[in-house]
């Protein structure tokens, strides 16, 4: 510490030392600079212009006249200074000199404000970047007269630790969703090809038997399709842009439509849609990305509502803004949770065993595609009931 202390106050020292030179080299060239125009106006008026010079100060400046001495019929003709004139050409020279001076001044005045600038630009550049890639704190690095900038660096420090923390936690999870599928992909594989060996190994096994073992290895089938998609859906969140493509929504119609094709997922599980949206509900939007915030909502509510139970659809409106809720009856998400159900590769359920939730985008994605419409979504979970409300401008 001592030696930084030693190193800071040294380094300061040697700034405010080159600064001093810097004052004093300006100065001395304007000195020398103002003494050789003064030569060489002198050199010129007293050697080139000599008698041009002498000419001109003659026919303005000296007044001719004939003077008659007493006793003297003859005048002799006299040649002297007139000071009137004289004291006007001083005036306009100290005028023009005051001038001159001046604008010396001010543009030494500018080139040293310029350097100067670049030179406070340049050291606070290299107090951000020691500061910004070492481990020192804020008052080690930054003067008291940087107290201010201090003050930011240290907040955008702070921030820009927590965002690449934000990272490595995200791709910590997306490395360890990634490890889980390729381990779980090994399971429904084997399993579908051994029981496709056993059905081509014994061609006259029994209906019944053979019935058995094609449902098993569809069903393997079908977990390991689910596993894809879910590398899928990681890969492609992390590749795609999303850009809207914005148009007239029937958002009554489309609700229709997506509680119908989900009529064999949720005659599966046991439940029932109640859909209360009138009929001429109209947003602006992109149908496409809309359908998937929907989709996502909806998949997530039948996965986690109790077998046979009501999952509710409706709006409310206002002047500005529709409200989408929806609506299932299930176990209740703790506030812990809840506050984290639209982080990326977040799940609720942690097992891999289970087969609720997939790879953690669904949510996430859902927030990301409501944000760019300018709207938010939120989710409220209490006494089994969890509603999710997506709000979107008109």
């Known amino acids: 510490m001592r030696i930084q202390n030693t190193l800071k106050q040294s380094g300061g020292a040697d700034i405010k030392l080159k600064d001093e030179k810097s004052v004093v080299r300006i100065t001395a060239a304007v000195i020398l600079g103002s003494a050789a125009l003064a030569l060489g106006v002198f050199y010129l008026a007293d050697n080139l212009w000599n008698g041009v010079f002498v000419d001109w100060f003659t026919r303005n400046y000296m007044i001719t006249y004939e003077e008659y001495l007493s006793g003297s019929e003859r005048g002799n003709l006299v040649t002297t200074v007139d000071w009137s004139s004289v004291k006007v050409l001083l005036l306009e020279v100290m005028i023009g000199a005051a ?38 704190e ?21 921030a820009r630790q927590r965002h690449e ?20 992909l090994k399971t429904p594989l084997t399993s579908v090809i051994g029981y496709l060996s056993l059905l081509h190994e014994a061609p006259d096994m029994p209906e019944k038997q053979k ?28 590749l795609q ?44 939007g992109d149908p496409v990305k809309l359908a998937r915030v929907f989709n996502n909502i909806l998949k997530n509510a039948i996965a986690y509502s109790y077998p046979d139970s009501v999952i509710e659809i409706w709006t409310e409106g206002t002047l500005e803004e529709l409200r989408i809720y929806f609506r299932n009856k299930g176990k ?58 997506v709000i979107l401008p008109i």
Do not use: W
């Open 99 to 136: 001038v001159i001076g001046a604008s010396v001044i001010v543009a030494a005045a500018v080139i040293y404000g310029k350097y100067k600038e670049r030179q406070t630009i340049k050291e606070t550049c290299r107090m951000f970047r020691v500061y910004m890639d070492g481990e020192q």
């Open 138 to 158: 804020a008052s080690e690095v930054f003067p008291k007269e940087y107290a201010q900038a201090a003050v930011q660096m240290t907040e955008f420090k702070a």
């Open 165 to 184: 923390q934000i990272i490595k936690d995200e791709a910590a999870k997306k490395n360890d969703l990634i490890a889980y599928l390729a381990h779980d």
């Open 211 to 238: 019935e058995k073992y094609t449902h098993i290895a569809l069903d393997k089938a079908n977990r390991l399709e689910k596993l894809i998609n879910e590398f899928f859906e990681i890969t492609r969140y992390n």
């Open 241 to 284: 842009q999303m850009e809207l493509e914005e148009e007239a929504v029937d958002l009554c119609y489309m609700l229709l439509q997506m509680t119908d094709e989900f009529y064999p997922l949720l005659m599966a599980h046991g439940n029932t849609t109640e859909l209360r949206v009138e009929e001429d509900t109209v947003i602006y």
């Open 332 to 389: 209740t998400i703790p506030a812990k949770k809840l506050n984290r159900i639209f982080e990326r590769f977040y799940r609720l359920d942690e097992s891999r065993g289970t087969n609720t939730g997939g790879a953690g985008l669904g949510l996430a994605i859902a927030k990301e595609i409501v944000t760019l419409h300018g709207g938010k979504i939120t989710a409220v979970s209490q006494r089994e009931f969890t509603t999710f409300c």
